[in-house]
């Protein structure tokens, strides 16, 4: 198991990871974020608040993946709280292609059905934490460890495109990440006491910032990430 999870959680998974900023590149657009510092902050500040969110909701679906029988309960607490088109978008994109690497790699009946039923319309693609609980459980991994992959996600993938955006020194940039282990445990452990709880209760910290950065991402002429 602890291999499965390992590959969840990898970078290299083809799952399109590599082509989004977490709302990096806006806030560098922005002049927010400039060096390590200012990362560590930016970092920091995503984890306890889109993390927790992701990380939460990641729990709840793997919670949830042995039922497997509607999924659109879930995703409407999803969309709830993110308030960003853009960022929904982006979600739903990146849960998209995860969905498509995960059956690739662990074929499931769970995963083959993971759909969100639209009504008078096509079925639309699961926000990516919820496909990311699901996948969890198809591996046998528990509710932490779903929770732990999302707030681990929530931090490594702005801080390598930090690297991208920014040139900056990747060992300092690693040593930044290795400062916050310690609170991504933190909010693995809070998300994962979710899991099992009614839905309407699961966080909905805000990020104004992250939500009006997104936006403005979306109308930019020239950007290297989708989101």
């Known amino acids: 198991m602890r291999a499965h999870l390992l590959m969840l959680a990898d970078s290299r998974l083809p799952a399109g990871g590599h082509a ?24 920091h500040g995503r984890l306890w608040t889109a993390g927790l969110v992701a990380a939460a909701l990641a729990a709840a679906a793997r919670a949830h ?23 929904r978008t982006a979600s739903r994109a990146q849960g998209k292609s995860l ?22 319309g096509m079925p639309r693609a699961a926000h990516h934490p919820i496909v990311l609980g699901a996948a969890a459980h198809v591996i046998g991994c528990t509710a932490l460890d779903a929770a732990s992959v999302a707030a681990y996600g929530a931090v490594t993938g702005p ?19 290795a400062e916050l282990a310690g609170e991504v445990d933190e909010v693995a452990e809070e998300a994962a006491t979710y899991a099992e709880k009614d839905w309407a209760e699961l966080p909905a910290v805000s990020a104004p910032a992250l939500d009006l950065w997104a936006e403005e991402h979306l109308r930019a002429h020239l950007r290297l990430f989708e989101s």
Do not use: I
Request: aromatic share 4%; net charge negative.
């Open 20 to 43: 989004h900023s977490g709302g990096l590149e806006p806030a560098v657009t922005a002049r927010a974020v400039a060096s390590v510092p200012d990362l560590a902050d930016f970092l």
């Open 65 to 87: 993946a042995p039922a497997a029988t509607d999924w659109a309960g879930l995703d409407a607490e999803a969309d709830a709280r993110t308030p960003s088109p853009a960022q």
């Open 99 to 120: 969905l498509r690497a995960a059956r690739a790699t662990w074929p499931s009946p769970v995963l083959d059905g993971l759909r969100v039923p639209v009504a008078g």
């Open 159 to 177: 801080a390598s495109a930090a690297v991208r955006l920014l040139g900056l020194d990747p060992l300092s940039v690693q040593r930044a990440l």
